[in-house]
């Protein structure tokens, strides 16, 4: 796929990828399929299970999708304040009958996922936390696959290398901020990020960070993007594979606004604000996958036990407009022909 694949688009819609199972197999075909790009979410997942949810969308679909990689952790980590974090989330691990988890691999598996990519590679990549080796991008290059490297500033997209495409990040999207560094300063709003990235940059943008709308998505493109990428929009949508409570929140006027925390990872992401979200934020370290794998099997019973107040929700600022539409109607409505 070539940057004017990406611009020829029937739809300029963009499935986000969306890890911890969201993007499944069967919405990234579906979004394909509808004229726009879907997108898998290989973060958190080996190799070997990234490699299967590749086949199951090929088998679902023969239209081009992309597959997207969390750059290795760099975060220096503080092992004293990451173990008191852990004894602090330690009554809700107890209350729901799990022991916290403890830090785990920090590189997501990353060389052994660009190898397995390299070898049979999907129509696009795009890379989130950082940017690649120049030798990783040519490689994707030589291959015929386009390369996408998130950004959350102009810095970022000066310093992006040779990506093909640059996703512009604004401080409105759900989940996980796609910076090169772990901080929870700044965050710039994505109309005034697309124009500061179009002054120091030529290369096409795709734009994200709650798009909920046909209206959101004319506006980005009349500022310069090829393409709106949009991730909340189908979380409800009956392909999504966001849990049930996760679901559910969504439309729960319990809760009324998001923000940004490192309480379930130790990155910043934006999520409904829920109790174990507001009680934990203030303490929780930048260590990026530690805290990760500390909350992991608290967020995963709290999950299983229908308690939306000890989950992570990860939400953009315009998620009441997500549907519960089938995910090709959506598309659709969100670029009318």
């Known amino acids: 796929m070539n940057v004017d694949a990406l611009g020829a688009l029937a739809r300029p819609v963009i499935l986000a990828p969306m890890a911890g199972g969201a993007s499944t197999p069967a919405l990234?075909?579906?979004?394909?399929?509808?004229?726009?790009?879907?997108?898998?979410?290989?973060?958190?997942?080996?190799?070997?299970?990234?490699?299967?949810?590749?086949?199951?969308?090929?088998?679902?679909?023969?239209?081009?999708?992309?597959?997207?990689?969390?750059?290795?952790?760099?975060?220096?980590?503080?092992?004293?304040?990451?173990?008191?974090?852990?004894?602090?989330?330690?009554?809700?691990?107890?209350?729901?009958?799990?022991?916290?988890?403890?830090?785990?691999?920090?590189?997501?598996?990353?060389?052994?996922?660009?190898?397995?990519?390299?070898?049979?590679?999907?129509?696009?990549?795009?890379?989130?936390?950082?940017?690649?080796?120049?030798?990783?991008?040519?490689?994707?290059?030589?291959?015929?696959?386009?390369?996408?490297?998130?950004?959350?500033?102009?810095?970022?997209?000066?310093?992006?290398?040779?990506?093909?495409?640059?996703?512009?990040?604004?401080?409105?999207?759900?989940?996980?901020?796609?910076?090169?560094?772990?901080?929870?300063?700044?965050?710039?709003p994505l109309r005034e990020l697309l124009t500061a990235v179009r002054a120091v940059s030529e290369r096409p943008l795709i734009a994200a960070g709650g798009l909920a709308t046909a209206a959101h998505l004319a506006e980005v493109l009349a500022l310069g993007a090829v393409a709106g990428q949009f991730g909340t929009a189908f979380l409800r949508c009956p392909e999504s594979g966001a849990n049930p409570v996760h679901k559910a929140a969504l439309a729960d006027p319990r809760f009324t606004r998001t923000e940004m925390t490192r309480a379930f990872s130790g990155r910043p992401a934006r999520g409904l604000v829920n109790r174990f979200q507001a009680e934990n934020s203030p303490h929780a370290p930048a260590a990026y996958p530690d805290v990760h794998h500390v909350t992991s099997p608290i967020r995963k019973a709290a999950a299983a036990q229908g308690d939306a107040e000890t989950t992570s929700l990860w939400a953009g600022e315009s998620f009441r407009l997500a549907s519960t539409a089938p995910a090709a109607r959506i598309v659709e409505e969100l670029s009318p022909e």
Do not use: W
């Open 28 to 188: 990234v075909a579906a979004v394909s399929d509808a004229g726009g790009l879907g997108f898998l979410a290989a973060g958190y997942k080996p190799a070997a299970g990234m490699r299967e949810e590749i086949e199951r969308t090929r088998a679902a679909t023969s239209r081009p999708f992309g597959v997207n990689l969390f750059l290795p952790s760099l975060d220096p980590v503080d092992t004293g304040a990451v173990a008191a974090y852990r004894d602090r989330v330690a009554a809700d691990a107890a209350r729901l009958g799990v022991e916290p988890g403890v830090p785990g691999p920090r590189d997501d598996d990353y060389d052994a996922k660009i190898a397995d990519l390299l070898a049979d590679p999907p129509e696009a990549v795009s890379f989130t936390f950082g940017l690649p080796s120049a030798e990783v991008l040519r490689a994707f290059r030589e291959r015929g696959t386009l390369t996408i490297v998130t950004v959350t500033t102009a810095d970022e997209a000066s310093a992006s290398g040779a990506a093909d495409v640059l996703c512009v990040q604004g401080k409105e999207a759900g989940a996980h901020r796609g910076s090169f560094t772990n901080t929870l300063d700044g965050g710039v």
